[in-house]
């Protein structure tokens, strides 16, 4: 049966499982949409491609499936940027789909033409652009397989109007074979081997969990080496939910923004096992006195250009966590390192996260803190990037994969509320909030109409303190007070009117006393809701290590 383009690709999404696509319609892209129409699929029409972006990101997050999001050529396709090289960073499966001109027109300068392959080639995991009908079937499967195998992606299929309208009856294949791509998932039974004996000797040893335990779906063997072994754990902030923080070998996270005790565990563990993380310059600090009394790094990566990327290691591993972990527990001992806990516990005890709460202004943690006790700790968790970032990466006990979804490797603003919108298409029965602050909030706000129109009951925590707070505090700690260009609260809306103006409801909370009556009010609502807490404007984030030191040389230690 001849089919057009556009419903080849709608086919084959249809195929694939993609029940939902965030997107914005443009002219080259028409006839995808038109046939979208009559879909199964649900179009989820954000107001901004990059909004349909990061929705799409925080759909894969939250889901485990592939995310997909759909622009028009020129200025829409490079709106998606910014949620592309976001998605590569945090190594999230996500195929973008973007219309361009004619074929014959491709690199005349013609209406609203942009090179969108050349610009994403640095920031994409694999991009196509597809001149020929006959190729597109090939071309959307290898991008679908592509983004979710080996170390997940983004992949962009770039789709001229005239390959969209044109017609064959050549079938789409149902699998691809790509030469020369075959991720290496098994680990070599040697090296699994030699990490064994290293972790049964150890007398110090930590493990370190990063974002790929979560993507492997190896929490479970992660708790069970840890429980097995006697093995304290650590988790980057990709990785915050990969092993419960409830539990006594939790450290919580490490790094710039970690804990005392995770960070003075770094420093004097003599055996690190690194699973599914990249020892990247947030957690390091200073190179040359990063854990300066190892004697061996396990590095397990499905990645093995991460491996000895910035701090050489001792076994490497090359491997899929889940695969390796079960290899591992096979040949792991259990241990008695009650010395070793014992040190830890005594951190522990001397340099808890703390807060002053006693000054009678409404603190950011204590709101992170309420949120994480009215929801029993069971909401999934997304963030903006900055102060409060952080705050929800400390305050809240992080306990289950894919419940919290942040910016991590690029660091984005405005990510974290279309994030939020997408995480709750895909888990529509799980409370989803956005811990937002004033300044990054407002980078993606537009959002709100798609959340209001769709129905979606995302519930959006903004830390209102007026600044772009985590500028401020640096430009407090190094620049001398001098806070330039960072203060916000003379050109801020009135966020509860705000959201009132787009349909969803608004509350103003200003005292410590009103921030569990709001938050139960919020989770009653049926619809999106957007809190505006009114914190200390100058509460910091503590501890705090300066850039470019080492891990031990805390600031703001309780």
């Known amino acids: 049966m001849s089919r057009t383009g556009a419903q080849i690709l709608v086919d084959t999404l249809v195929d694939e499982g993609v029940k939902h696509i965030f997107g914005i319609p443009g002219g080259v892209v028409i006839p995808l949409f038109d046939v979208l129409y009559d879909s199964p699929i649900d179009v989820i029409l954000t107001r901004h ?76 995991k694999h991009n196509i652009l597809v001149r020929d009908i006959a190729r597109l079937g090939h071309a959307i499967r290898a991008a679908f397989h592509i983004a979710r195998t080996g170390r997940p992606g983004p992949v962009l299929v770039d789709i001229p109007v005239d390959v969209s309208t044109a017609t064959t009856d050549l079938p789409v294949p149902k699998e691809v074979t790509l030469p020369g791509y075959n991720p290496h998932t098994k680990g070599n039974a040697r090296q699994v081997h030699l990490a064994a004996e290293a972790i049964n000797k150890a007398q110090r040893p930590l493990l370190y969990a990063g974002g790929g335990v979560i993507i492997a779906g190896a929490s479970d063997l992660l ?21 419960p923080e409830d539990h006594p070998l939790s450290l919580k996270m490490l790094g710039m923004h970690g804990t005392a005790y995770a960070n003075f565990a770094m420093q004097h563990a003599d055996c690190i096992i690194a699973i599914g993380a990249r020892f990247d310059d947030r957690i390091t600090g200073k190179l040359d006195e990063f854990a300066p009394q190892r004697n061996c790094i396990i590095h397990i990566d499905i990645d093995p250009a991460s491996i000895s990327k910035s701090i050489p290691v001792d076994i490497p591993v090359v491997g899929d966590a889940k695969n390796i972990l079960r290899m591992l527990l096979k040949a792991i001992k259990p ?41 029993r700790g069971e909401a999934i968790i997304c963030t903006e990037v900055g102060q409060n970032q952080m705050w929800a990466a400390q305050w809240f006990t992080h306990r289950h994969p894919r419940h919290f979804i942040s910016s991590g490797g690029l ?106 009556p709001a938050l139960e009010d919020a989770l009653a609502t049926p619809g999106p809701v957007v809190l505006d807490f009114r914190i200390d404007p100058e509460e910091n984030v503590f501890p705090m290590v300066p850039a470019g030191e080492a891990l031990h040389r805390m600031r703001g230690l309780a």
């Open 49 to 124: 491609e990059q909004g349909a972006g990061h929705a799409a990101d925080g759909f894969a997050r939250a889901s485990g499936k592939v995310g997909v999001c759909v622009a028009t050529s020129g200025p829409g396709a490079c709106n998606l940027v910014t949620a592309i090289a976001t998605a590569n960073f945090d190594s999230v499966p996500l195929v973008a789909f973007t219309g361009l001109v004619r074929t014959y027109l491709i690199g005349n300068d013609a209406f609203q033409e942009a090179d969108i392959t050349g610009i994403t080639r640095p920031i994409t």
């Open 223 to 243: 708790r069970q080496l840890a429980e097995t072994a006697q093995l304290p754990v650590t988790t980057t902030l990709m990785g915050l939910g990969a092993f």
């Open 335 to 375: 241990a008695d390192r009650t010395e070793w806990l014992s040190l830890i516990a005594d951190w522990k005890a001397k340099h808890p996260l703390a807060y002053n709460g006693s000054d009678g202004k409404l603190k950011p943690q204590y709101v992170v803190e309420q949120i994480c006790d009215v929801t």
């Open 411 to 516: 660091g984005t603003m405005g990510y974290g509320f279309p994030a939020a919108m997408g995480a709750q298409v895909a888990c529509p029965d799980a409370i989803v909030f956005d811990i937002a602050g004033d300044g990054s909030i407002q980078m993606n706000i537009q959002e709100l109409a798609t959340v209001v129109r769709r129905k979606i009951p995302v519930r959006i925590a903004i830390l209102n303190n007026g600044y772009l707070g985590m500028v401020r505090q640096w430009q407090e700690m190094f620049f001398k007070k001098r806070y330039s260009s960072t203060y916000l609260a003379d050109g801020n809306p009135d966020f509860v009117r705000l959201a009132e103006a787009y349909g969803a409801k608004g509350i103003r909370v200003e005292h410590t006393d009103q921030v569990r």
